[in-house]
């Protein structure tokens, strides 16, 4: 069966110092990825999606990039942090087949401090 | 570009009585469209997609193109109904990406 990994589950940063969350799925070749960061009132904002290694595509523009350097592993990173990139960031996968869902990891707090 | 909107942040609904979460959705193709709920403490899920017209926990949703909705009802609300719920669209020929709405949180009144 298909499994997601998203890690860590919390984290605590400060203001200025590198990102970078990992999400790994297994059990399935070649998903379409995606980032989302979810916040109340806000929903869940598409970040970037992947349909393909090396195949990136950015919704928001912002201090945040992403990367794909294996079939099945989604790289979220910044630089330097902001405290307005303290949030609540969501991977999922999905087959690249009609009329299938997505499915998410369980989520990384992430404060900046 | 493509859009979803739920229009509702909060929705209180008392035990037994009828829930409608509205959704309403902007996209030039053939849209695909879903719900998903998240319970307290729990991942993000699947409820239901319009393309199987199926019903899951007494939830059926109807794509309405003319309306450009699929609003999610259930006839008798319960209290384990109370959740986070998301409208979403999967824009499968353009570029396959998933755009969800704010969501509505569901509190049922005992």
């Known amino acids: 069966s298909q499994t997601i990994h998203q890690w860590p589950a919390t984290l605590v940063q400060p203001v200025g110092s590198p990102l970078s969350l990992e999400c790994t799925v297994e059990?399935?070749?070649?998903?379409?990825l995606y980032w989302y960061r979810q916040a109340a009132g806000r929903g869940l904002q598409l970040l970037f999606y992947s349909v393909g290694i090396g195949q990136i595509s950015s919704e928001v523009p912002q201090n945040l990039s992403a990367s794909r350097p294996q079939d099945r592993q989604f790289i979220l990173s910044s630089k330097k942090l902001l405290l307005s990139d303290s949030g609540f960031y969501l991977c999922a996968w999905s087959v690249p087949r009609r009329g299938t869902e997505a499915f998410f990891g369980q989520g990384t707090r992430l404060t900046v401090v | 570009a493509q859009r979803v909107t739920q229009p509702e942040k909060l929705l209180s609904v008392f035990k037994g009585a009828p829930v409608e979460l509205k959704c309403n959705y902007s996209?030039?193709?053939?849209?695909?469209l879903f719900w998903y709920v998240q319970y307290s403490r729990q991942r993000l899920q699947l409820l239901l997609r319009h393309i199987s017209r199926e019903s899951i926990k007494g939830f059926t949703a109807d794509l309405n193109k003319g309306e450009t909705s699929f609003h999610l009802k259930k006839p008798f609300a319960q209290e384990e109904d109370s959740a986070m719920y998301y409208c979403a669209l999967r824009a499968w020929n353009r570029d396959d990406k998933i755009i969800f709405g704010k969501g509505t949180r569901l509190h049922i009144l005992p």
């Open positions: 996209y030039s193709g053939s849209p695909e």
């Open positions: 059990g399935t070749s070649n998903p379409n």
